[in-house]
């Protein structure tokens, strides 16, 4: 037998050394962690599991749900929001505000005792400054929309440091009105006003900002975490400070990686929790409390009524944004006939669909309900809920598309009309399991009724990139939904309305999608937006499926956790710990 | 030696303007570009004009290219366009990562498969070289991406031995001493390692015994034997020094594997690097982003051979570059 050594003790401490050496890149010395040990409260780290990192700090150049993550802990908001059937908002940098009679400006005074964490005072100028930004075309900033009703030059008025005024082209939804000027988080001037406006996205601000909110920025490890801790410069409402000891959001970009981490209780909340995990977590891990968020996302099926290849011929150089002669273009021979659509939406089991993939196995508890307009059942108003749902009767399917001509004449099983089978692809987007299995449940009740469908899976980008520019046959999609009404972005007819994927285009919905949004009386407004929804259902230009509810974990310990479908981490300052529960003590 | 490295050095410039070429053009054919993300249906036409004049995407595809060799030659490679940053300010944040983790794997790799293979080889057909052989083809056909997950969930969550993901621990790191510090590093690289190194180490053990049972075969050790040198110094001195040499090959072979396999294994284990960074800026189509990093994984790759190449040279007086 021989014995075998690794190696003389000279080749083993370089190995050693070597192998410290690379690990000790970029180790750090002990910090000034302790910086709150002497504090009153208990306090504890909230860690929460992300999947993707922040690109910005900068709200006027924002786009991902992390930024927005990050950007509204560190900043005061104008106005503080809350759901409850309808956005509300609540006094916040702003501590009042009154619309003039006409609805056309919202005079607002702000709190003077609010300053940026570098000791200056945040006042109406660095408003102003904000939406400067916004409406710089060099920004290129995803919110110029925002400023669109409002009057140039009074975008806002700056009356003085504390006082400000709003003023709107026109009167509309005092809601939305709201939304478009709190949506922001404020930009400190002082800061930003020298700063190259087209390279925003990358200035030195993102590493070191210069906040007025609860939270300041800890430290941004980019790709592997974003530490928030109290902002001790807060000179707001001394009942706002956070509990907390610090908040890390820690970007794990594979949902199993961080259901793991979950479980193990390296991480302490995790967003959107499938069904079958959740049931497991609920079996196995008492000490993790599961949240609904409400009814915030949206699965359909797209039905393109336009011939893609025609539409593709007709439109080559077009660009986005132009005006396309949709009159001109061949008309899918499934889709462009409405009855055909609303007879596959009667082949489609939505509760099927519901119970297979949307409901607790352990406790039967549902997660998801049928839809019928791309409204979110959670505007409670709004939503409208009088519309009779199609109901689920294959063989009235069948029943209709033969009094259209559809109908098995070739004996092979599938309809056809013309000696062309109805055969149609379903495209969907990959690396998403739900669609995947509801796109094989609804192909096998279409082929039922003697429906070809083919399922096609594909790369994300491509997939929505294929949705604007209408390549597809029919899409199993989704939405996010807005809590305030404005479907002109799906539904309105226009040219520029590039996310109405189906090409849908009813004079009538046009008409109440324009003066829906101009109408400053809500309970008007919510007529007009139930009536759109009827007209649109009618139509079927999607086969509407199913509103989700997302599951948040969070661990127990958390005390005040209020997780609302505004977001599962809004309010964290006032989420706290018992003594006896803390589980970081440093 | 000296030419050696200079004409490798000089057939890395058409293997880099190759690699580019084929990655720009894969990057055009996908759909959109990256400033897809500034825009929603309300931005004016004027705008998106100015933001695609900005990045130089109004041009034709002809002139793009043009001007994409044009600035590399002059050592400018751009902006990340969803950032807004310097992309080697990018790579400079995480390539130490990657190289980090893909340097510790090799030692790992090369060591346990080297040590493997001997191990197996001195006892050719024992029960030890059996099992050893067919976990050696196990773990060398797990896809990784499954391999990472099982490591995960056995000994992370199950055993609760390692951490599960990340290249620290979020909330204690910044708190440890400087020897912490390096120990929390070390055992949160473990598993990584292990996902991205088991199949090569046992690609490395099957070509160390074959290598070895070839060797042990040869006129100069039965002489050894002969000439009464222990069995320990007939292997360690006569045969490995040179079943080791096809191994060197292998060395500079895995580099890219590692690289490359690095960017699923960084993906799950949540490891800030390169194969994140590139995974990113293929999904936001940042072509400059892309450019640079694949321009730096080739001068990974490339680097990695000529390394191989002299260190065949220097175990081997025999061989002569030419």
Redesign the interface.
């Known amino acids: 037998m ?3 050594q ?1 190696c003389s003790p000279r080749i083993r401490g370089f ?1 050693f050394s ?3 050496g ?10 000034d ?2 910086a709150f040990s002497n504090d009153e409260f208990p306090r504890d ?1 909230l ?1 929460i599991a992300y999947q ?1 990192d922040a ?2 700090l900068l709200s006027v150049v924002s ?1 991902s749900a992390s930024d927005s993550a990050i950007i509204s802990n560190l900043n005061y908001p104008l106005t503080d929001s809350q759901f409850d059937c309808r956005l509300e908002s609540l006094p916040a940098l702003a501590k009042s505000w009154e619309w003039s009679e006409d609805g056309r400006v919202i005079s607002m005074e702000l709190r003077d005792d609010i300053q940026w964490s570098d000791g200056v005072q945040v006042t109406a100028r660095d408003i102003a400054f904000t939406m400067e930004l916004v409406e710089d ?2 920004v ?1 900033s ?1 919110r ?2 925002y400023i ?1 009703q409002m009057v140039p030059g009074k975008r806002p008025l700056v009356i003085d440091d504390t006082h400000l005024e709003w003023h709107f082209t026109h009167a509309y939804d005092p809601v939305t009105q709201m939304s478009h000027i709190s949506a922001l988080a404020i930009a400190p001037e002082h800061i930003l006003r020298t700063a190259d406006r ?6 030195v601000f993102n590493r070191e900002p210069v906040v007025n909110g609860l939270w300041k920025l800890g ?1 941004w ?5 974003i530490v928030l801790e109290p902002n001790d410069r807060w000179t707001g409402p001394a009942d706002q400070a956070p509990k907390l000891r610090r908040i ?1 959001f ?5 949902y ?2 961080r259901l ?2 979950l ?2 209780g ?1 991480v302490d909340l995790l967003e959107a929790v499938q069904i079958a995990d959740a049931d497991r977590l609920r079996r196995t891990h008492p000490d993790i409390v599961q949240h609904r968020r409400g009814w915030r996302f949206l699965d359909y099926i797209a039905w393109n009524p336009l011939d893609p290849e025609d539409y593709k011929a007709v439109n080559r150089g077009v660009t ?2 132009s005006k396309v002669d949709l009159a001109g273009i061949k008309r899918n021979r499934l889709f462009g006939d409405a009855r055909v659509r609303v007879a596959l939406a009667k082949a489609i089991d939505v509760d099927k669909l519901i119970n297979d993939l949307l409901t607790s196995r352990d406790t039967g508890e549902r997660y998801g309900r049928p839809a019928v307009g791309t409204i979110t059942p959670a505007l409670c108003d709004v939503h409208n809920d009088d519309i009779p749902r199609l109901p689920y009767d294959p063989a009235a399917a069948k029943r209709d598309l033969a009094q259209l001509g559809w109908e098995d004449h070739d004996g092979d099983g599938i309809l056809d009309q013309d000696g062309q089978p109805f055969r149609f692809t379903l495209m969907t987007n990959s690396g998403n399991p739900r669609r995947a299995k509801a796109s094989v449940i609804i192909q096998a009740g279409l082929k039922e009724i003697g429906v070809d469908c083919r399922i096609e899976q594909i790369e ?3 997939f ?3 949705l604007r520019k209408k390549d597809f046959e029919a899409a199993l999609s989704g939405w996010s939904a807005g809590l305030f009404v404005d479907p002109k ?1 799906i539904w309105h007819s226009g040219p ?4 109405n994927f189906v090409s849908y285009s009813n004079p009538e919905v046009d008409l109440l999608i324009e003066e829906g949004l101009r109408e400053p009386d809500p309970e008007k407004a919510v007529e007009m937006w139930r009536r759109l929804q009827a007209l649109i259902y009618q139509d079927q230009p999607y086969a509407f499926l199913y509103w989700m509810d997302e599951i948040v974990a969070v661990h127990k310990r958390f005390q005040d956790v209020d997780i609302d479908i505004l977001s599962p981490i809004n309010n964290l300052h006032k989420w706290w710990v018992p003594a006896d529960e803390v589980k ?1 003590k ?1 | 030696m000296i030419v050696y490295v200079t004409r490798k050095l000089l057939l890395t410039i058409p293997l880099l303007w190759g690699v580019i070429t084929l990655i720009f053009i894969l990057v055009q054919l996908s759909p959109g570009d990256a400033t897809d993300r500034f825009f929603t249906p309300e931005t004016p036409p004027e705008v998106r004009a100015m933001v695609m004049e900005k990045w130089g995407l109004d041009q034709p595809v002809g002139v793009q290219y043009i001007r994409m060799l044009t600035n590399l030659l002059s050592g400018e490679f751009g902006y990340s366009i969803p950032q807004e940053r310097p992309v080697f300010e990018i790579i400079g944040e995480k390539l130490p990562n990657t190289i980090q983790l893909s340097l510790v794997t090799l030692f790992f790799l090369m060591g346990t498969g080297v040590l493997l293979g001997l191990s197996q080889a001195v006892r050719q057909y024992s029960w030890w070289d059996n099992i050893v052989s067919v976990v050696s083809l196990f773990f060398y056909s797990m896809p990784t991406f499954w391999l990472a997950l099982v490591l995960i969930l056995l000994f992370a969550v199950k055993m609760e031995a390692l951490p599960i993901a990340g290249m620290t621990d979020p909330v204690m790191h910044a708190m440890m001493t400087p020897t912490e510090q390096l120990w929390d590093r070390l055992v949160h690289m473990i598993l990584p390692g292990a996902a991205l190194g088991i199949a090569g180490a046992a690609g490395i053990a099957r070509y160390t015994r074959a290598s070895m049972l070839e060797v042990v075969q040869k006129d100069y050790v039965r002489t050894a034997r002969a000439k009464g040198a222990a069995e320990r110094v007939v292997i360690t001195r006569h045969a490995l020094r040179n079943a080791l040499l096809p191994i060197i090959t292998l060395f500079g072979l895995n580099l890219p594997f590692l690289f490359s396999g690095s960017v699923l294994v960084e993906y799950i284990f949540g490891w800030p690097g390169m194969g994140r960074v590139i995974v990113d800026a293929i999904f936001q189509q940042d072509t400059p982003l892309i450019i640079a990093c694949f321009f730096v994984y080739t001068l990974l790759v490339v680097g990695g051979n000529l390394i191989a190449d002299l260190l065949y040279l220097l175990v081997d007086p025999r061989i002569r570059l030419r």
């Open positions: 021989i014995g075998f690794c190995l070597t192998l410290a690379l690990v000790l890149v970029g180790c750090k010395g002990k910090d962690a302790d780290t860690v993707s690109d910005t786009q075309p060099k290129a995803p110029i929309s669109q087209a390279t925003l996205r990358g200035n430290d490890s980019r790709g592997e975490r890390i820690r970007i794990l970009p594979e199993a990686t793991m981490a479980e193990r390296e986005t944004g994300s980008n491509t929505f990139e294929r972005n520029e309305y590039e996310f970081y440093r």
